[in-house]
């Protein structure tokens, strides 16, 4: 975990927080990483950079943080600073995310990491709404806490009617879930894909009836891969917050995580 910056050097840096989050760019091309806090104070960090290959980014959050992590593809940002900059995940603000409104255009690999929870840490890699990079959620502590991931390439083996966006050489670098699809087409309101509307429980929105949730979700067992994921046992991860403070936990989301570290 040397990418996890040590307490000693946060304590030295003068930051004062309870956790920290490390963002590592392990893809062999530049990225675009942004957040968005749901709650908790805004980190110091801008929600949004330009990560070149092998770099990566530590900031503090205060310890009831919750928020999403993801990356951007494709981006320019000098002549359309906003949801287009980038072929998949821009968001509204251009480089740096808008604190209120700029969660991410999908399809994009979310990391979702709530610190808020009385007695646990929560963490997810989501795909509900499509996939877009590579990415894994790791904590320095061991095999105490799990992993999250879909640390394969989802998108050149996309189902047709799900890929996309595609780059200028016609390659799709998405895959967008069905769902997506659903809300693209305007009809998310009562979708089995999406469970809302008639099927907005899990006894009435099964994955079974999520069209191409096996695809997802065998080849990326430990994501969140629909709307009612829980009951698969492996969409959710915790780490107890008497491991978490006891022994300074810190994260890492990993963006085309090496999948034998895993």
């Known amino acids: 975990m040397k990418h996890i910056l040590p307490l000693s050097l946060a304590m030295v840096s003068g930051v004062v927080a309870d956790r920290f989050i490390t963002v590592?760019?392990?893809c062999p091309f530049v990225i675009w990483p942004a957040f968005f806090t749901a709650s908790g104070a805004q980190p110091v960090q801008p929600s949004g950079w330009e990560a070149q290959p092998n770099s990566d980014v530590t900031f503090a959050t205060a310890d009831n943080w919750s928020g999403r992590i993801w990356g951007r593809r494709n981006c320019d940002f000098s002549t359309n600073p906003g949801p287009n900059s980038c072929l998949d995940g821009g968001c509204i603000g251009g480089l740096v995310c808008n604190a209120t409104t700029g969660t991410g255009v999908p399809p994009a690999t979310l990391a979702t990491i709530d610190f808020s929870a009385t007695s646990q840490d929560v963490y997810t890699v989501s795909v509900v709404d499509g996939y877009n990079l590579p990415m894994a959620v790791i904590t320095n502590a061991g095999n105490t806490c799990s992993i999250a991931s879909c640390p394969v390439d989802l998108a050149t083996s996309c189902p047709l009617a799900l890929a996309g966006p595609f780059d200028s050489d016609g390659v799709p670098v998405g895959c967008k879930s069905a769902c997506l699809v659903?809300?693209?087409?305007?009809?998310?309101?009562?979708?089995?894909?999406?469970?809302?509307?008639?099927?907005?429980?899990?006894?009435?929105?099964?994955?079974?009836?999520?069209?191409?949730?096996?695809?997802?979700?065998?080849?990326?067992?430990?994501?969140?891969?629909?709307?009612?994921?829980?009951?698969?046992?492996?969409?959710?991860?915790?780490?107890?917050k008497s491991v978490s403070f006891e022994t300074d936990v810190e994260y890492l989301v990993t963006f085309c995580p090496d999948v034998s570290n895993l």
């Open 182 to 240: 659903d809300a693209l087409a305007g009809n998310a309101g009562n979708s089995s894909n999406c469970c809302t509307g008639s099927f907005n429980s899990e006894a009435s929105c099964p994955s079974s009836g999520v069209e191409h949730y096996s695809y997802f979700k065998t080849n990326c067992p430990n994501s969140f891969a629909y709307a009612f994921d829980e009951s698969s046992g492996t969409a959710i991860h915790q780490c107890p």
């Open 24 to 26: 590592l760019n392990d």
